[in-house]
């Protein structure tokens, strides 16, 4: 069993910037992908990024290309997402995710291929 533990969330000024943490606990997922997804008012959640195990891999929804950055850190079983360039159509709940099944080099985008989900931590971006 995985626990994950979402933090960093908060309200920001368009323009600004986030980084985002998650913490695994109760089993290690340094051999999971990860994957973040957020889930804005009246809408359904979405992917965000992703990052293989390995690190070596990562995937980006179109949305966010060039301005969000996973990376993940096996030893501190954290991974990260770095936001930069807020706008408030960012505004969401963010959620980590782990894929314990995946190969070293693949990262889904898929919400299926995620068996453990954190709680959420709600990130804010003003106009």
């Known amino acids: 069993q995985v626990q994950l533990v979402e933090s960093g969330g908060g309200m920001v000024q368009a323009g600004g910037s986030l980084r985002l943490s998650c913490a695994a606990s109760?089993?290690?997922?340094?051999?999971?992908?990860m994957g973040w997804f957020r889930q804005a008012p009246g809408k359904e959640r979405a992917f965000v990024a992703a990052?293989?195990?390995?690190?070596?891999?990562?995937r980006y929804a179109d949305s966010v290309k060039g301005r969000f950055t996973i990376s993940r850190d096996n030893a501190k079983n954290t991974v990260y997402l770095q936001m930069s360039s807020l706008k408030p159509e960012d505004t969401a709940v963010y959620y980590c995710?782990?894929?314990?099944?995946?190969?070293?080099?693949?990262?889904?985008?898929?919400?299926?291929?995620?068996?453990?989900w954190g709680q959420g931590t709600q990130v804010t971006v003003s106009s």
């Open positions: 990052i293989s195990w390995s690190g070596g891999i990562t």
């Open positions: 995710a782990a894929d314990p099944t995946s190969s070293s080099l693949y990262a889904s985008g898929s919400q299926r291929a995620y068996a453990y």
């Open positions: 109760g089993r290690t997922v340094s051999g999971a992908a």
